[in-house]
């Protein structure tokens, strides 16, 4: 079973600062992969940034960056230069590379609230 | 390019109540997904369509189906509304392979009275 833990119920930043949201996850699969989505108010779930777990880099999307710690199984994800539109839910997901597993598994979200 | 589309965006429905949902995947793709979302919580996996069969259903009783169209459009049914069905219904889309990235739509929020 995959399980993804998100620790931060809620987060204060700073308008143009950088912000780490924490993702730790189980899996007992030998491959899988990593999302984040964030969630505004309106409630429609935007793809973020992916990273495989035999992905040699870190993933990176514009002010998005995924610091991938396969040892630890962490994916935080750090936005940069934030801004009052990232205020909103984020949420952490992995998927498993099993040949009949297509689902997402999320964790419980994060609140980012950038103030100005 | 056409996102996910779901229709409608608001239901208020009472218990015991049927329901269906709409959702018009992302041009280009040919995978639905159905996730269900608390208030307060991660979404929740119910089911994925492809080739108009379901291809991988979560843990969700049987009072929960769904169909896929052959313009990849799909439908998902509730019956016999409880009340902890109230919640967020999302739908992704994707393509073909089932492990590309699943891109969702704007949901439909269902209350149940």
């Known amino acids: 079973a995959q399980k993804i833990t998100q620790t931060q119920p809620g987060m204060f930043v700073q308008e143009k600062e950088a912000v780490t949201l924490d993702c730790t996850y189980d899996t007992s699969d030998p491959s899988y992969g990593l999302f984040w989505y964030k969630q505004p108010s309106s409630g429609e779930m935007i793809f973020l940034i992916y990273?495989?777990?035999?992905?040699?880099q870190n993933a990176t999307e514009g002010r998005y960056s995924l610091n991938f710690q396969k040892a630890r199984k962490s994916a935080n994800l750090v936005i940069s230069a934030s801004q009052l539109g990232d205020s909103a839910m984020y949420f952490c997901?992995?998927?498993?590379?099993?040949?009949?597993?297509?689902?997402?598994?999320f964790g419980a979200g994060t609140t980012v609230t950038v103030r100005a | 390019d056409a996102g996910v589309t779901q229709s409608p965006t608001h239901l208020i429905k009472t218990r015991g109540q049927q329901v269906t949902l709409r959702c018009s995947p992302k041009?280009?793709?040919?995978?639905v997904s159905w996730y269900q979302q608390a208030l307060g919580q991660g979404p929740q996996f119910i089911f994925q369509y492809y080739e108009e069969e379901e291809r991988q259903r979560g843990n969700f009783p049987d009072r929960f189906s769904g169909h896929q169209f052959p313009n990849y459009s799909s439908e998902l049914n509730v019956n016999a509304l409880l009340l902890g069905d109230s919640a967020l219904y999302l739908c992704a889309s994707s393509f073909r392979t089932g492990k590309a990235t699943q891109y969702f739509g704007p949901g439909t929020r269902l209350l149940v009275l």
């Open positions: 997901a992995m998927r498993g590379a099993r040949s009949n597993d297509y689902k997402l598994s």
């Open positions: 990273q495989g777990s035999y992905d040699q």
């Open positions: 041009s280009g793709h040919d995978t």
